[in-house]
C-alpha cells in the first residue's frame, strides 16, 4: 500500500477495539475509532475512510441507525457490520441495505483482513 488506506472502527468494547485496532495497523492501516455510532457518523462527515467497521449494538445510536446516517452521506460508503449473533436481525437489515458483510463476534481477525483487503483492492 503507498497510501495508508483509513479505517473507522466503531464498536463500544474497548478491548476489542484496541485489538482490531493493533491488528490493522500492523497491516498498515490507519484506525480512528469511536465509541458509539454517533461519534462514528461524524468522524465519517469530517473525514473520508476506505472502511467502515461498524457494531450493531451501541449506546447513543445503534450501529443500523448509524449505518444509515453514514450512506446518507456517501451512498457508496463501504461498511462493513461487526456484531454479536444476538443482533443478527439487525445485521441482516443493514445487509439489505447496503452494508457489505456482517462478522460475528467472535471472528478470526484473519477472515476480516481478508475481507478488507479484497475491498480495498477494488478502489
Request: hydrophobic share 45%.
Amino acid at each position: 500500500m503507498s497510501e495508508k488506506k483509513r479505517i473507522l472502527l466503531v464498536d463500544d468494547e474497548p478491548e476489542l477495539v484496541e485489538e482490531l485496532s493493533l491488528i490493522l495497523e500492523e497491516e498498515g492501516y490507519e484506525v480512528v475509532s469511536a465509541p458509539d455510532g454517533k461519534q462514528g457518523v461524524d468522524l465519517f462527515r469530517e473525514n473520508g475512510f476506505s472502511v467502515v467497521l461498524m457494531d450493531i449494538k451501541m449506546p447513543e445510536m445503534n450501529g443500523l441507525d448509524a449505518f444509515r446516517e453514514i450512506i446518507a452521506v456517501k451512498p457508496d460508503a463501504k461498511v462493513i457490520i461487526i456484531t454479536g449473533s444476538f443482533a443478527k436481525e439487525l445485521s441482516e437489515q443493514a445487509i439489505k441495505e447496503g452494508a457489505l458483510s456482517a462478522m460475528y463476534k467472535p471472528f478470526d481477525p484473519t477472515d476480516l483482513l481478508a475481507l478488507i483487503d479484497s475491498i480495498i483492492k477494488e478502489e
